[in-house]
């Protein structure tokens, strides 16, 4: 049943998405082509340009962030609650499928950054002319070695896993802010600051249990440590965001 959520889910997000991911694309390339290698490029143009490419690049990282609580809020604990109360799926797939969605978009917004960096590289014309050693590049890769390819993965999972703990962060506060009778808004925001409080409480009483944990860094086995600390951290706290979500809407659900 979770994937049949998630049909419906990643297309939902996306109607929204996509079309900011093409505007943020069209504007790189103004860009590009507005700090290329022209005679005739105007400062004003690449000034407005430039306030156009931030402007859509802001409207991306917000419409991202307002449509995820959004989708959250809507569905699972607003009008919509109703109707999803009485399909056949868990509440845990309801908050599985949330999240699953928004991790999905905001990785794909990451990507959308590269692209519009690549765009404006390209139609500015700073890739022209430029020898990239590719022969010294796939050395490089060839040697590295079974220890650095692991790091690189366990750096790849935590930060997903980071990901995910922020976006359940944003639906445990959004759960438990909807106990409110009035004021829903700012009683979420109150409770988000409670958990990045509840977080860096932990993160110092961690420091202070592993004081050399990033002090002694020397070697690569080091590293694989400290990400493989990150990623159990990480991944307990996120357990624990979603099992609030889950203990509030299978205990405590105000639909009124």
């Known amino acids: 049943m979770?994937?049949?959520?998630?049909?419906?889910?990643?297309?939902?997000?996306?109607?929204?998405?996509?079309?900011?991911?093409?505007?943020?694309?069209?504007?790189?390339?103004?860009?590009?082509?507005?700090?290329?290698?022209?005679?005739?490029?105007?400062?004003?143009?690449?000034?407005?340009?430039?306030?156009?490419?931030?402007?859509m690049a802001t409207a991306v990282l917000v419409m991202s962030v307002i449509l995820i609580i959004q989708r959250y809020s809507n569905s699972l604990l607003g009008d919509e609650a109703y109707f999803n109360q009485v399909l056949p799926v868990t509440?845990?797939?309801?908050?599985?499928?949330?999240?699953?969605?928004?991790?999905?978009?905001?990785?794909?917004?990451?990507?959308?950054?590269?692209?519009?960096?690549?765009?404006?590289?390209?139609?500015?014309?700073v890739l022209f002319g430029v020898d990239i050693p590719w022969a010294a590049i796939f050395r490089q890769i060839a040697s590295t070695t079974a220890g650095e390819w692991l790091a690189l993965l366990e750096f790849i999972i935590l930060s997903a896993f980071s990901i995910t703990k922020s976006i359940l962060a944003i639906y445990a506060a959004i759960t438990i802010g909807h106990q409110a009778q009035k004021h829903t808004t700012m009683a979420s925001?109150?409770?988000?600051?409670?958990?990045?409080?509840?977080?860096?409480?932990?993160?110092?009483?961690?420091?202070?249990?592993?004081?050399?944990?990033?002090?002694?860094?020397?070697?690569?086995?080091?590293?694989?440590?400290?990400?493989?600390?990150?990623?159990?951290?990480?991944?307990?706290?996120?357990?624990?965001?979603?099992f609030i979500c889950k203990y509030f809407m299978e205990n405590r659900l105000n639909l009124n």
């Open 2 to 55: 979770l994937g049949k959520l998630l049909k419906y889910e990643i297309p939902a997000l996306g109607r929204r998405l996509v079309p900011l991911f093409i505007g943020w694309c069209a504007t790189a390339v103004l860009l590009g082509l507005a700090v290329g290698p022209a005679q005739s490029k105007s400062e004003f143009m690449v000034v407005i340009t430039g306030l156009l490419y931030g402007a």
């Open 91 to 125: 509440v845990s797939e309801h908050i599985a499928s949330k999240g699953i969605s928004a991790l999905i978009w905001v990785l794909l917004s990451g990507v959308a950054m590269l692209v519009t960096g690549l765009l404006i590289a390209v139609f500015s014309g």
């Open 189 to 242: 925001i109150g409770a988000y600051i409670g958990l990045m409080v509840f977080e860096t409480t932990i993160g110092r009483i961690l420091v202070g249990l592993f004081p050399h944990l990033l002090s002694n860094i020397e070697s690569v086995m080091d590293l694989n440590g400290f990400f493989g600390g990150g990623i159990f951290v990480t991944a307990a706290l996120g357990a624990l965001y979603f």
